[in-house]
């Protein structure tokens, strides 16, 4: 699943000290369940995205446990306050041991 | 200890039992209660702390909205008693994440009550649940 994997982030480019800021995540996987069966009949191994672990200049804002039941192309939305101008870095970890990473700069005016 | 043919004969057989072994296993899921029991562990269990939203009716169970509302929860727990993993996602929340709130989108097998968890600060697990049908099932 490392090819063609996209990742999408929605937030604001700016925001007032203090604001609480929404912010979107999109990731392009299929997220196999394993719980399904090829034409064969054979069973199809799991393969999804197993952890989004967002930061704000290092320190955690969420850290997401995801499992078979979380949809295709896994979306989170989360809510965050921000003090002071950085960086959300955004990791996503899929069972083929791939890292996927993005990042979106806020700054506080 | 010297090589004979019943010792390799017996090596052999071993490791023929453990790929078999192997290959065979399913992995045992854990039903929902013992998913919930692992997450609550001895604290107390309080309903109405927390709000999970879900449609009442789903027509495609593939991609289904979820939102937990947790003020205050360090942790929440989704569970989803009819399908085929149970634990459906659980989220940590940072300092900055000072709603508590976070929302995606589930798979679910069938009609069924979701439960939604959330640990607070004093220890205590918060419970709320969601009856929801659902039309096409979306697991499998």
Known sequence: MAGGVRTRIKLPDTAAAGEIITIKTQVTHLMETGHRLDSAGLPMPRSIIHRLHCTFDGETVVDVDLRPGISTNPFFEFDARVTRSGLFEFAWYDDDGSVYTASEAVTVT | ?140
Do not use: Y
């Open chain 2, 1 to 140: 200890m010297r090589l004979t043919r019943r010792t390799l004969m017996t090596i052999a057989g071993a490791a023929w039992a453990g790929r078999w072994g192997t290959a065979r296993a399913q992995p045992v899921e854990p039903d929902a209660e013992q998913v919930i029991a692992e997450f609550v562990g001895n604290a107390p269990v309080r309903t109405g702390g927390i709000a999970l939203q879900l449609p009442d009716v789903a027509e495609d169970g593939h991609r289904v909205r979820a939102e937990i509302d947790a003020p205050g929860a360090r942790e929440v727990l989704l569970v989803a008693p009819a399908n085929p993993v149970k634990a459906v996602v659980s989220v940590e929340f940072g300092e900055m994440a000072v709603t508590h709130r976070v929302a995606t989108r589930i798979r679910l097998a069938g009609p069924q009550e979701v439960v939604a968890l959330g640990r607070m600060p004093d220890g205590s697990v918060q419970k709320v649940t969601h009856r929801i049908d659902v039309l096409v099932g979306g697991c499998g």
